[in-house]
Nanobody
Framework: QVELVESGGGLVQAGGSLSLSCVAS????????AGWYRQAPGKQRELVAT???????NYADSVKGRFTISRDNAKNTVYLQINNLKLEDTAVYYC?????????????WGQGTQVTVSS
């Protein structure tokens, strides 16, 4: 059974920083393509950033320059560093991962971690 577990969310003031982690475990699952998504109240889930196994990254325009996705393949873990947080970053952040190079193929989702930004 494959499981993705996110951690690192919390309540932070605008301008602050957070570091999210996503650890994969179970059934010899090795993360290949991975990404972070978020869903704000009343809104659809949206892509934040993706990363390939080789480290190639892609970001939503709204987070470029503030968010950094990275990974440690040895630890089967993906990270999201969030700097200069804004009120509109408030959302549940989800990790998504696939054992293939295409994140949309047989992906797994984590349970989400809440990020709340206060003024």
């Amino acid at each position: 059974q494959v499981e993705l577990v996110e951690s690192g969310g919390g309540l932070v003031q605008a301008g602050g920083s957070l570091s999210l982690s996503c650890v994969a475990s179970g059934s010899s699952f090795r993360i290949n393509a991975a990404g972070w998504y978020r869903q704000a109240p009343g809104k659809q889930r949206e892509l934040v950033a993706t990363i390939t196994r080789g480290g190639r990254t892609n970001y939503a325009d709204s987070v470029k320059g503030r968010f950094t996705i990275s990974r440690d393949n040895a630890k089967n873990t993906v990270y999201l560093q969030i700097n200069n947080l804004k009120l509109e970053d408030t959302a549940v952040y989800y990790c998504r991962a696939s054992r293939t190079e295409v994140i949309a193929i047989a992906p797994y989702w984590g349970q989400g971690t809440q990020v709340t930004v206060s003024s």
